[in-house]
């Protein structure tokens, strides 16, 4: 594993006694098989983007941990030590222009009572392009109706958790019909997410994402669009959107820390375009440090 | 972790080179933190229960074992190494009169392109009291409709898949609830299996369990249940079933490798009975070698 760095956290959470990160090798394994984020995916992420050593929006990942963490009942990660880890983690790599750094944090061995966290960093894959050539995208069901996570809190929608293998599956079967990407829709036809990102449209001089009370992730990269946006005269809004909604939008974009805003070239075979000024120029605020 | 036995099978696919599994220390960490069963549940499991040394029901684990590999676009499991390995496992531990045998494989370490895969043997927890006693269960919403696995073959439903988060979230509210289990039902108010087992229920004297094709799990204890019944007399039938159909039944059951046939003593709230000596006679064949 060239050029990866391991910072293994031996206290994660609040209810353990304070002890300082640590590092490790990332070649060597580091989990039993009895960890509970191994044998029932229990466990939560984030995926941090470090532009130019920075990492972006540490704060907004660190709350969605805790909020993650609070929806499987998981004790309360220990959000200062989380973010040494990552500097740490940072600080520790050779430099690159950007560097993914991944926070996992799982229920740990069974019956320990002691959770397992570690932060892993590693250059990000060249995303530049599909940042700039666009993904062609198939909107896949989700299966679940909008109000899920009201109604079905044991769901865990709207948890970052480890159980992601239906989201891999996805993009899978995405593949295999020719797409690059997948965008759920819920049960109503209304669009939810992808599965590792966030689903923003431009509607003229307005940008629209949907609610994450449809049991969908509050995208951090989306956050941060949206706060460009506001910035630059261009008003923002949660709303709910049906797939009709998206093939009428002008720009549409899959948000995430790693491929920052991945404009949507195609959805479900028809080709589309997007606003090119618009697009690099938020694509150069999402590779600027601002928080 | 006393008593607990680990083999790794650095060979666990069709794909790969054959070589013998080994044995491994358990508390000795196996997993490095890129296994993409870490990361992303991505990877499958199957618990066999191996009474008085004999593993009950392996060929019908390891043929779901496959399916469960084919679902998430796995190579095949070698199922003569994974018999060996979980032969190695129950023989190099010291007699109990039940071992629980995980069989375990993932999609390896990321970019790796080989699997990962071990078997855990350990003591089944003594079971006696929720086998005789019984359990009070809640019924909760699965959020899909019935038509899911046909409609949506990503969503993964039918397969056995370490993002077991949910399973593990349901019974964690069933337990607030003041509940012991719970029982998932499809969106129009069908049965579907419970997190960790399968639903029979006994109607007069025929026994049902509801179809596999709602996106569920085939289970191999319930298998065991139908092919004893159908030995002494009894129909069975694989039929939809709804809430209502449970509350009418007579004895119903929760059935899983390590619980066997756990009868449900309340159901929503509403205590319920079962037959005892019916109860008494399948809980004995369980615990009987046959296959």
Redesign the interface.
Known sequence: ?PE?V?VVLPSPTVADAPADPVRAD??????????????????I?ETVNAVGGHPQALGAHLARFARSAAM??LPTPAAEVWRRAVHEAVAAHPPVPELLV?L?M?RGVEGSGRCSG?V?AFPNADATRVRTEGVAVLT??????AD?MT??????QG?K??????????L??ARTKGADD?IFVS?EGEVLEAPTSSVVAQFGDRLVTPPCDLGILEGTCQGRVFAWARGRGLATAVERLTVDDLHRAGSLWLCSSGRLATPVRELDGVPRTWDAALHTEVLAHLLTVHE
Request: net charge positive; proline share 7%; charged share 15%.
């Open positions: 594993m990866t391991l990332p070649a060597v394994p580091l989990l039993r098989v009895d960890d509970l984020g191994v044998s029932r995916g229990d466990g992420f499987l009942d991944k996992v799982t570690w892993l896949l069901a989700r299966g679940y109706p899920v109604t079905a809190p044991w769901l865990l948890a958790t480890l159980s992601y293998a239906l989201n891999m599956a996805a899978r079967h997948a049960s």
